[in-house]
């Protein structure tokens, strides 16, 4: 007896290590959530700028093609009044021979003939005149405009290759998260089947005692009095079996696997009313809650340990047999992640 207490307290002597150990690999994982969430949020405030700039180039370009559109139309509308007013200044060049000629034939009238010719002339000259100028500052806007569109035009290239950028380094950085995580699903994996194997050593082939998928499974009457959620002296010998186990693994695990052991406690269907418990969801958390206690008080720590409550309603066996329900009474001991 007095070696076992010497050996117990040479055990818990461990724990302030574990406990250290177990800090550092919260606080890795923190940080390494935390570096991932930054660059997220920086990412998208990077995509949504370039998107904003993007919006903005299409929006300039649509009114710069309209502007240019309506540009060559007014561009088409001068160069017909230019056709127009060559035309003209054509036909009295004509009409100006016509005159000349009958000036040669008509000496009385000829003077004054003549001068309204030369001043007709001079006025659709005139009008040519402006109607060419009108068409070359069209063409110098033409040209401006085309100007703009090609430094738009590179804008958006650059804008678009810094957003196909920006979305390389996020693929990059999700998958290399989603290897991670992977990577620890699989190093949790096999320390849970490491655990479950030393567990079904120590605890040997009892029939109250089995394995259910991925949980290890108690019936309650192995800790608890009927309609109790008070451990009796045997459930706690039987968890100090668990503790001890859960203490190893719990050395040889590496800090950042974010593992944390749930308990579950369970009922059978048929209702309780007692003052204590006025529901059977409210028994099986008590059942729970009084598992978990003691494992914390034996070293666990706080932080690797849930309670969970499920009452009747995840019941192994749906008969309505006594067996059924002694076999729907039960704990469950569950690693997961966090």
């Known amino acids: 007896m007095a070696l076992s207490r010497a050996h117990r307290r040479e055990q818990l002597n461990f724990w302030p290590g574990f406990v250290d150990a177990l800090s550092t690999m919260l606080i890795s994982i923190v940080f390494l959530l935390s570096v991932f969430v930054l660059g997220q949020f920086f990412l998208s405030q990077e995509i949504t700028g370039k998107d904003t700039a993007l919006e903005r180039l299409n929006r300039q370009i649509s009114e710069l093609t309209d502007l240019l559109a309506l ?25 100006r021979g016509r005159i000349s000629d009958q000036l040669a034939a008509q000496n009385g009238n000829a003077p004054v003939q003549l001068a309204e010719s030369q001043k007709a002339l001079e006025q659709e000259k005139q009008l040519s005149a402006r109607a060419q100028a009108s068409v070359d500052m069209v063409n110098q806007q033409i040209a401006a405009m085309r100007r703009q569109l090609a430094a738009l035009e590179e804008a958006l290239g650059a804008s678009e290759a810094k957003d196909k950028e920006a979305q390389a380094r996020i693929s990059e950085l999700g998958s290399r ?40 499974v108690f019936q309650s009457e ?41 308990v579950d406690g369970h009922t059978d269907a048929r209702p309780i009313r007692s003052p204590q418990f006025p529901s059977n969801w409210s028994l099986s958390t008590a059942r729970a809650v009084s598992v ?34 002694r076999r729907n009474r039960r704990i469950e001991f569950k690693i997961t992640e966090r």
């Open 177 to 216: 998260l989603n290897v991670a995580l992977a990577q620890r699903v699989q190093e949790l994996a096999r320390y849970r089947s490491d655990f479950f194997g030393r567990l079904r050593q120590v605890l040997g082939t009892r029939p109250d005692i089995r394995v259910v998928g991925d949980r290890f």
């Open 292 to 325: 978990v206690e003691y494992l914390v008080s034996r070293g666990l720590p706080a932080d690797r340990i849930a309670a969970t409550g499920f009452g009747e309603f995840q019941p192994l066996d749906v008969a309505t047999t006594d067996d059924a329900y």
């Open 222 to 262: 192995v800790f608890f009095d009927a309609g109790q959620a008070v451990l009796k002296p045997e459930g706690k010998t039987e968890l100090d079996k668990l503790a001890t186990i859960l203490g190893d693994l719990g050395r040889e695990m590496p800090p950042d696997i974010p593992w944390i052991l749930r």
């Open 71 to 95: 540009e060559r139309s007014s561009n088409r509308q001068a160069q017909e009044s230019l056709q127009l007013m060559q035309s003209t200044l054509t036909r009295e060049q004509a009409e």
